[in-house]
């Protein structure tokens, strides 16, 4: 660093989102004063395009070579200034942000304190930004290749745009099918759209899309890398089926010992189904799979004399020995798209979910109604002994919604919809069911939701306004206690059949994806994304993006919508074949260091190794890292006997001066 | 110890979760005392140990660390690091006579807002408890 420091300090107003708590000239003046100042300037709004200007001209004008930008969080424009400052001709990497509106004007009242802190910071910056080094950012290739986790609507939107573009995707499905909660809804609101009808063309489709590999019944081991080069390691679990040679015919499963004694996943328990399985009958793969936690022969090492599903494959399919088989690839970018979880209603034993037979979840159905279901699309219920049909019907919302004794404090956005959809399909099937909706809001948002709405009320279905306290059951009644808020008048309602309207949790399995690519939790403890307003389908990972429910409760079209946004996201380095990485990483004085190797321990990317140099005439070992591969975390310079080995931007000797500033004003 | 004492504080956040967090408590308009000045270091991991006695020494009289929560490191592995070195450096400040209520460590996520306030009413309760850092303070320099 030969040329001498001139900095240049830049206080924003941000509007009066600063200025009321910092008084910004004050700070300027004080700045004017610190050493290696040149300029200090304050601006309404210093990222606009005058503001930026302002600091480009006196870049030119006064030879600026460091620039202090004091306003907001660097999360949110460091990469404004620093494009800004790189156009005006110097290196990117002399930008030091000083945080005085999320970290001080936004949480401090009293102007004093905050004008007094704001000086520090903006000290503080000056004192690092002296010392500030050029960096180079390199650009390396971008594998052209997408992973998508999870292959409900959300996954499969976004594999097909992808795929589309051109560009390899994998497809990741935990289960043995596609399709994911979307294949298990009857229809649709509020168009009523047959669920199956519209997603089974887009099962089928990537399924038999050259540019996707399909990989139903496989979970994500291990991700490794960054942005364009993530090394992907994925389990496919063993089927017990052979891929290749199974046809789908399904007399396995016919033939099967413990044929309709398993409770189907995809109707919610209330099917049954064999060992050997395919979850519904338009599954994507249509391959079968055997269940090991529920076939004979797995579990017992015996099925009879011979397992029978073997017995009466003509294709020779059914493969005991079957192991998982682990696969290895690399792509540039990955899509999240795991999903929910609905609610667990039995959470709620004031509702008797656990109890009666009677009180059913939303989901539940869902599965009644359909045609495919259980029960052929015929709604019925066991009254007791007999078998019949439902003619006093309760649906309740905001089960495990806004709801903060079970710690979901949300809305689920669908269930006021879904709820009204069902009590119109309802109203379809028994004509003359009394059907009764209990609501604390209705929230119908959507396009087409409010007219939907409004036709299924006049469709002589009730809407009471009260959050039941308790059913019970009286007789061959289930008794819904609640009171009605709008008259004041405490009921007592007796019914048929209750239909819990439950809403969309965090699935149970998340902490394994979060553990998988270091994903963040909002407080809702779905995944958090990068911004909540401007970066909504990123991550705060580079290269890693989210689509669907697992981000948040979303409807069909807002899933779809954020599918299609993670998609053309993910595909900018996939189209650009390159990636810039990150310059901040690690480097190493090999003239101080020991050759101890306590980095090469530390570094959780293997980044690090020891190589071995000629020191004045000796073979000495001493650290070297690979700048592909560090991430600039920085650890191993915390453990360095010598510190040799140090992150650049974020030297001891950046860091030092910062400390002194903030510490020796007192 | 006089009242109207206000204790200075450095804290080093990772910029991950709880640079993240205390950027979401700004965003909420959550208010808490301005005693705490922040460093942002990528990783909780590479807050050095000799940091925390540095700033103690330029004329800290409270210092706070604060990372993802352990388990949720951006870095896999560096809020263990930390917790460890950290850990070991509270001890040997107590070992050597400095009040441990001078030092914190925490875990604050970029959803805990709310969080982010209560550590910092914490940490500047305890050091205005523990009352001005009088220990072996460095000479003081302007550079």
Redesign the interface.
Known sequence: MTEKPKVGVYVCHCGINISATVDVDAVAEYAQKL?NVVVARTYSYMCSDPGQSLIKNDIRELGLNRVVVASC????HEPTFRKAIREAGINPYFLEMT?I????S?????KE??T??AK??VK?SV?KARLLEALESKEVDAEPAALIIGAGIAGIQAALDIADAGFKVYLVEKTPSVGGRMAQLDKTFPTLDCSACILTPKMVDCASHPNIELMSYSEVEKVDGFIGNFDVKVRKKARYVDFGKCTGCGDCAAECRVKDRIPSEFDQGMGKRSAIYLPFPQAVPAKYTIDPESCLFLTRGKCGKNPKCQEVCRAEAINFDQEDEIVEFKVGAIIVATGFDPFDASRKPEYGYADYPNVITGMEMERLVSASGPTGGKVKVFNSEEEIEPKEIAFINCVGSRDKSVGNEYCSRVCCMYTAKQAHLIRDKIPDANIRVYYIDVRAFGKGYEEFYDRVRRENIRYIRGNPSEIFKRGNKLVVKVEDTLTATPLEDEVDLVVLGVGLEPRADMRQV??LL?L????DRFF?EAHPKLRPVDT??EGIFLAGCCQGPKDIPDTVAQAKAAASSAMIPLARGKVMIGA?VATVNEATCRGCGFCVN?C?YTAIELVTVNRFGNEVEVARVNEALC?????C???CLSDSIQ?KS?R?RQ???????????? | MSADYEPNIVAFLCNWCSYAGADLAGTSRVHYPANVQVIRVMCSGRVNPLYVMNALQQGADGVLVSGCHPGDCHYMEGNFRARRRLGMLKSLMEFVGVDPRRFHMSWVSASEGHKWKEVVEKTVEDAREAGPFEGFRRQQIDW
């Open positions: 050493p969080s660097p999360r949110m945080n509106r999320e970290q001080c936004w949480v401090h009242e009293d304190e905050g007094a802190k520090k910071l503080a004192a979060m553990d270091r963040s939790q909002s407080p958090l705060a990972t901040q530390i959780p991430k600039g975390c920085g650890s310079s915390a453990a992150p974020f001891d860091i030092l001066p910062q400390i002194a500033a903030l510490g020796a004003m007192k």
